[in-house]
């Protein structure tokens, strides 16, 4: 590659791609630009509209770069400083020198970012453990070897140094294929699967933006594989042509895409109660339901989803451990109201 760089005033940054241009534009922005900006960054920019090839702006990271390409970069505000410590409360379920376990509740972001910059769960981690948090997750993610959405409740496990992010990062990478690893979830879903236990196998990519997922082709550039294996726990206002309202439905990641459980059941036709990406056109389902269940349903605004298991390998006793936390208030109260209609119908 030529040298691609011609400074212009800030905050933009102007680049001639040079006779040996090839590939992806966000690859190739993040080669020209020496790592200033992660690819991952490099396609935020490009989604958000802060780069143009030849005067026009682009929105598609996979757009490829051609030799000659002349490329305006509208480069960043400044981020916010790293975050600080907040006396948030937490739910410990288990500390030591190596790792904390926490029953993460529903509405707490994980951690900072574009709209959440406090208030989350690495803000309270840094004031619950000070300095022995692990920094090798990054600035922002102090520890954080996974994670839930914001309205996902359930146990999180964090690491304090950087041996342990690094042994626990690599059992998460592993899905529990070679080792204890288990990760499930409770999930309440609108109907019923047509099988009572079955493997969702169905590759994950963007759905346009850079948050919202989507089932994607296998040959689909951000295609990567999914896989979930659920199974129905309990049904609601079943049928005699064993279709029903509702069901609680345990669910067991094999991969650990973003989304990964409620798009699945969505693909499948079951999407979870209370969901509003990828559930929003089964909202009037409430209407179907008698009193109480429908209008504690119809005032529950987020998805009802629960991590209620986590088991993994100790990264220095090699001990099993495993946690547990049960569904929190909100959801279970969904739970019982629809437990309630199958003791009406006995």
């Known amino acids: 590659m030529n040298d691609p760089f011609k400074q212009a005033e800030t905050p933009r940054k102007e680049l001639i791609a040079g006779e040996d241009a090839e590939g992806r534009l966000d690859a190739w ?188 082709r296998e040959d689909s550039d951000d295609a990567r594989e999914a896989i979930t294996h659920y199974e129905v726990l309990e049904r609601y206002g079943e049928k005699p042509d064993a279709t029903c309202l509702a069901s609680l439905v345990e669910c067991r990641l094999e991969t650990g895409r973003t989304h990964q459980i409620r798009v699945h059941m969505a693909h499948i036709g079951h999407p979870l109660v209370g969901d509003p990406e990828y559930g929003a056109a089964f909202k009037t389902k409430a209407n179907l339901l008698p009193e109480p269940a429908k209008s504690i349903v119809n005032n529950f605004h987020r998805q009802a989803l629960h991590a209620y298991l986590l088991q993994f390998e100790h990264p220095s006793t090699g001990e099993t451990m495993h946690f547990e936390a049960p569904v929190p208030a909100d959801m279970q109260a969904v739970i019982e109201a629809l437990q309630e209609i199958e003791a009406q119908r006995s």
């Open 29 to 216: 922005l993040t080669t020209a630009l020496s790592g200033e900006f992660s690819r991952n960054r490099i396609k935020a920019l490009i989604e958000q509209g802060a780069i143009a090839v030849n005067g026009e702006t682009v929105t598609e990271p996979k757009r490829k770069i051609k030799p000659g390409d002349r490329l305006s970069v509208v480069l960043p505000e400044p981020e916010d400083p790293e975050p600080k410590g907040e006396d948030i409360p937490l739910d410990v379920l288990y500390e030591d020198d190596d790792l904390i376990v926490i029953a993460k509740p529903a509405g707490l972001v994980v951690h900072p970012g574009a709209g959440n910059w406090t208030g989350t769960l690495v803000n309270a981690l840094i004031h619950h453990c000070g300095d022995s948090l692990s920094g090798i997750g990054g600035v922002k993610r102090p520890g954080i070897v996974h994670r839930l959405d914001k309205e996902t409740s359930g146990v999180m496990v964090v690491a304090k140094n950087d041996a342990a992010h690094r042994h626990l990062a690599d059992q998460f990478a592993d899905h529990g294929r070679t080792g204890p690893l288990e990760r499930a979830y409770q999930a309440i879903v609108w109907g019923r699967p047509r099988s009572l236990h079955g493997t969702i196998d169905a590759p994950l990519g963007r759905a346009g933006d850079r948050t919202k997922r989507t089932v994607k």
